[in-house]
Every structure is written in C-alpha cells, then in structure tokens.
C-alpha cells in the first residue's frame, strides 16, 4: 500500500514557476514508477510527466517538454515536478500516482494522491 499527499500548488503569474511534491509512505516507494497528471473541470485526467523506479527513463507529455522536469528522491520517498515558464493552460488539478507499467497510461496507476490546485493567471 502507497499512500499520496502532494503540496506546492498555488497562485502563480504567467511565466512563473513551482515546484509540487508528493510524499510517500510505504516502504516499497523505491519500486514504483511515479506520474504526475492534471485535471481541468469536464476533461478526462492527462498525463504530464513520469519516471521510471530507478529513475532512469523520464516521460513528458508534448506540451510541457522543456518546461517541466520531474525528479525523484528515494531516500525521502518523495517525487517532485518542477514547472517552469508556466501558461493559463497549465492551469489544473495536478495528482501524483504510483504503478508499475506503461508509465504515460493513466489505467495502469494504482495509488493516487488528493490533488493540489495550480492556477496560472495571464
């Protein structure tokens, strides 16, 4: 069992940055992959960005390559998604999950955070 709870979401002005994080408990954090995605109100959720377990493969959705990078920190069992040059339609309820395959699917996570709201004003 891998419980969730991100942070850092906030107010931001366009062309600014946050960083969320996402604490987990469980001793078995290490062996997950770990993905952020985000949600806006009537729209399926959609995957941002995802590491593998070892940390080795990194996966970014198209429209935040060069913008966002996501990290992880095993020893602190926490994953983090660093959001630079920020746009209003970065603007969503972004959730941290844990799984064990196909890292950009949304069905193949098995643990999700609670959310925490980012809100880009233009």
């Known amino acids: 069992q891998v419980q969730l709870v991100e942070s850092g979401g906030g107010l931001v002005q366009a062309g600014g940055s946050l960083r969320l994080s996402c604490a987990a408990s469980?001793?078995?954090?290490?062996?997950?992959?770990m993905g952020w995605f985000r949600q806006v109100p009537g729209v399926e959720r959609k995957f941002v960005a995802a590491i593998r377990w070892t940390g080795g493969s990194l996966y970014y959705a198209d429209s935040v390559k060069g913008r966002f990078t996501i990290s992880r920190d095993n020893a602190k069992n926490t994953v983090y998604l660093q959001m630079n040059s920020l746009k209003p339609e970065d603007t969503a309820v972004y959730y941290c999950?844990?799984?064990?395959?196909?890292?950009?699917?949304?069905?193949?996570?098995?643990?999700w955070g609670q959310g925490t709201q980012v809100t880009v004003s233009s």
């Open positions: 469980g001793r078995t954090f290490s062996s997950y992959n």
């Open positions: 999950a844990a799984g064990m395959s196909a890292p950009r699917v949304v069905s193949s996570y098995d643990y």
